[in-house]
């Protein structure tokens, strides 16, 4: 081993060749245990180098790949960030890719789902070659499902027990963190759901969703919550309070061109990190998912 390499300076004072053979061996013997102990500490600190990755500096990454480019560090941790599209966008394989990426090496993901069911999504995993149940077999993954219209009564009985105080207990009414699960990452999908029970422009629903973010806020979570809006959306939640409320956007358009449509998606925004402000092409593959094209321009052929 060349020590100089390493950086270090090593002075051998005796001149008896077989005291300097013998001190040589010393710090050589030293060197490699000291890096015995670093891959020691290594392997207790990140399974991989994707883990590393996923989640650095208080900032965390979605594992897609070209998406993370978007971003200088990645997403802030704890962050809300809404995600919308119109229908067949690709919004929930997004998420379920974000998901699936970090629960493979560690953290705990929940998913909540108010319109398909586990056993659904799950197939959704599985045709784009992720490992849904094995995750949850793991205890890194769960996914509940909500039912929309025990919801809306449950919201609207605790919005007349509060009278006017603008308060509401969101753990209450959606139960959402299964017993014993601390979740280090939530998809909510979909808060376009919560807006067809309960009128946008009432102020039942504001006071509701403005409630749902502080409550993401206090879990310590980074939250993905899925908007529904047109295919090329002018706005990106049904009341507008949302995007407002919500840390990030990220919006994913279906545009069309010709007799085909071109999937492209941008960040809108995204408080606390440095983002690339442009629009740019993605496409879902069988088996891979979501795969963005951070270099490529929307009509480019790529």
């Known amino acids: 081993m060349n020590l100089k390499s390493r950086g270090e300076k090593f002075i051998v004072r005796s001149k008896d060749k ?41 900032y965390i990454h979605t594992g897609i790949s070209g998406l993370d480019e978007l971003f200088e560090k990645g997403i802030p941790k704890w962050a809300s960030v809404l995600v919308a599209g119109g229908p067949g966008s690709g919004k929930t394989i997004l998420c379920l890719q974000i998901l ?131 295919q090329v959306p002018v706005k990106y939640s049904d009341s507008g309070v949302e995007e407002f409320l919500a840390d990030g956007v990220i919006a994913l358009y279906n545009y069309r061109k010709q007799n085909v449509r071109v999937s492209a998606l941008e960040i809108i925004k995204m408080r606390g990190a440095k983002i690339e402000k442009k629009l740019v092409p993605f496409e879902i593959k069988g088996g891979k998912g979501i795969v963005v094209y951070p270099e490529a321009m929307v009509f480019e052929e790529f």
């Open 100 to 230: 699936a990426n970090a629960a493979a090496h560690g953290e705990r993901c929940l998913y909540i789902s108010f319109e398909e069911s586990e056993k659904r999504l799950l197939e959704h995993m599985k045709n784009f070659g992720l490992s849904g149940e094995e995750l949850i077999k793991k205890g890194k993954l769960k996914i509940v499902r909500k039912d929309p219209f025990v919801l809306a009564s449950s919201v609207e009985a605790l919005l007349a027990d509060v009278r006017g105080e603008l308060l509401i207990d969101v753990e209450e009414v959606l139960e959402i963190i299964p017993p014993g699960f601390k979740p280090d990452r939530i998809v909510f999908d979909s808060i376009s759901t919560i807006a067809t029970i309960l009128p946008p422009k009432e102020e039942g629903y504001r006071v509701f969703i403005e409630q749902l973010f502080r409550y993401l806020e206090s879990l310590d979570v980074t939250s993905f919550l899925i908007s529904e809006t047109e």
């Open 18 to 58: 077989k005291s300097s053979s013998r001190s040589q061996k010393q710090i050589l013997r030293k060197t490699n245990s000291e890096s015995v102990k670093k891959l020691s500490v290594n392997k207790i600190q990140g399974k991989s180098k994707i883990l590393k990755k996923l989640l650095t500096d208080g």
